[in-house]
């Protein structure tokens, strides 16, 4: 449903209204729908993960429903941005869910299945940042920063992460699309690593022709298509793996990932600050195979 909204709200425009103030209409309303879905995202996670104690929230049971009194506007934000969190992706069949079963099984690593959610509002946010002066100038007007929607970008997608499993020292997400924002994840996320997966495009292509996979963005009917697709796609991901710098982006080739596992393996166990586990070249025992492959 509110895909729905938010594509009415984009794509349909009033008789009359002109593109410039269709555009700073966008910008708002995008902004209010964004903020309003993860302060509800991040208020259920407040009260999933943890119980307020009496030193931060006043609670006094009355006759009624129970009255909760906030003293800080940290007992409402609250979540952490230092979390250690792990990011695999790359085009699709480029081994993304292949490195996210061969992680899950590691005793420190948590990997979660692909979300959808989280590279459309990353894509979301960065039509923000990217919006007109006089758009953002209304943000203002209303005490709307773009400090404040980094900071509700954060917070909505720690919810997600965290509550699709079982806490564990690195928590981990496989949406491959999220590599278009490295630079804004590593800016929220400051301690996050990116395990950006790399295969030759003319495998991607026959493995998505031939097996009839669809993957968005993807043509996979045609060979030359198909590769102009994994083209822009890789060109798009690498300039954000160079941004961020290799102390936060990891390259892994596939090929050599299924010919040298053991050596390949250590060197990303080694990249995350994890120990080594021998689990790792077993993760077609230990492992269940993810519920969508269209990435992987």
């Known amino acids: 449903m509110l895909n729905k909204v938010l594509y009415l709200r984009l794509h349909c425009r009033p008789t009359g209204v002109t593109e410039s103030k269709m555009s700073g209409r966008r910008d708002v309303v995008n902004t209010i729908l964004l903020m309003v879905l993860i302060l509800v995202s991040l208020l259920y996670l407040q009260a999933s993960l943890s119980k307020p104690s009496g030193s931060s929230l006043d609670s006094r049971n009355k006759s009624g429903p129970e009255a909760i009194h906030i003293k800080d506007k940290a007992d409402v934000i609250s979540f952490r941005r230092d979390l250690p969190l792990v990011w695999i992706g790359g085009p699709p069949r480029s081994g993304n869910s292949l490195m996210q079963q061969i992680l899950d099984t590691h005793p420190d690593v948590r990997c979660g299945e692909d979300t959808r959610l989280i590279p459309r509002y990353l894509d979301l946010h960065e039509q ?99 590769l102009e697709n994994w083209s822009s796609r890789m060109l798009a991901m690498e300039s954000q793996c160079s941004r961020v710098g290799g102390k936060l982006c990891l390259r892994i080739f596939y090929e050599q990932l299924v010919q040298q596992p053991e050596a390949i393996l250590k060197t990303v166990t080694q990249f995350l600050g994890i120990q080594w586990s021998d689990r790792l070249l077993e993760h077609d025992k230990h492992s269940r195979p993810p519920t969508d492959q269209t990435d992987g």
């Open 128 to 226: 923000m940042t990217n919006a007109a002066v006089t758009g953002l100038r209304r943000l203002e007007q209303v005490n709307v920063t773009m400090e404040m929607t980094q900071e509700a970008l954060a917070a909505y997608i720690v919810s997600i992460i965290a509550q699709q499993g079982e806490l564990a020292p690195r928590l981990c997400n496989k949406d491959p699309s999220s590599f278009r924002h490295l630079t804004t994840l590593a800016k929220i996320f400051p301690q996050s690593k990116f395990l950006f997966l790399v295969r030759d495009g003319r495998a991607v292509c026959h493995s998505l022709i031939s097996k009839r996979i669809w993957a968005e963005g993807f043509n996979n009917s045609d060979y030359v298509s198909c």
